[in-house]
């Protein structure tokens, strides 16, 4: 069974950075394509980013481009969100997935595994 748990939330202002970590452990870390989802109150849960299982191909939703950066450890087995120049409105909860396939996919039901989500609150 296939265990992620989530760690860096927190408060921060508008314009701060964090940096979530998501570590794995029962399965087979590096052969899963792994991202990042967020919910906020009264919303769907939405795609943030992702990366392929070697961390040569990542994506990134439109909101976050150029101020969030996904990374990975196999070794670790661990993957990483930087944040950058936080809004108020990347307020939500975050969380990591897995997925079996080779393929960066977009919508929750195409992902295996999931964290149990960090809370991340950004003031204005």
């Known amino acids: 069974q296939v265990l992620l748990v989530e760690s860096g939330g927190g408060l921060v202002q508008a314009g701060g950075s964090l940096r979530l970590s998501c570590a794995a452990s029962?399965?087979?870390?590096?052969?899963?394509?792994m991202g990042w989802f967020r919910q906020a109150p009264g919303k769907e849960r939405e795609f943030v980013a992702a990366?392929?299982?070697?961390?040569?191909?990542?994506d990134y939703a439109d909101s976050v481009k150029g101020r969030f950066t996904i990374s990975r450890d196999n070794a670790k087995n661990t993957v990483y969100l930087q944040m950058n120049s936080l809004k108020p409105e990347d307020t939500a909860v975050y969380y990591c997935?897995?997925?079996?396939?080779?393929?960066?996919?977009?919508?929750?039901?195409?992902?295996?595994?999931w964290g149990q989500g960090t809370q991340v609150t950004v003031s204005s």
């Open positions: 997935a897995g997925r079996n396939g080779i393929w960066i996919r977009y919508a929750t039901a195409e992902y295996d595994y």
């Open positions: 029962g399965g087979s870390f590096s052969s899963y394509t």
């Open positions: 990366i392929r299982r070697s961390g040569s191909n990542t």
